[in-house]
């Protein structure tokens, strides 16, 4: 068990891994929160996600 254990280990040692692109990405969010009354009141966001500066998207949520 102990073999198996090591070995695994330095298996992911030598395996090359990259988690994230290289270059810039954008988030924007915009949030707005508007109060109708004490009790009544709208919120909205929107976002947008890019994987590269603005010419790749990714992501967006309203």
Do not use: C, D, V
């Amino acid at each position: 068990m102990r073999k198996t254990i090591w070995a695994l280990f330095l298996t992911s040692l030598a395996i090359k891994g990259r988690g994230q692109t290289s270059g810039l990405g954008t988030w924007n969010i915009f949030n707005t929160k508007f109060t109708y009354t004490p009790q009544w009141s709208f919120f909205a966001e929107g976002q947008l996600r890019s994987l590269a500066f603005y010419n790749q998207l990714n992501y967006h949520e309203l």
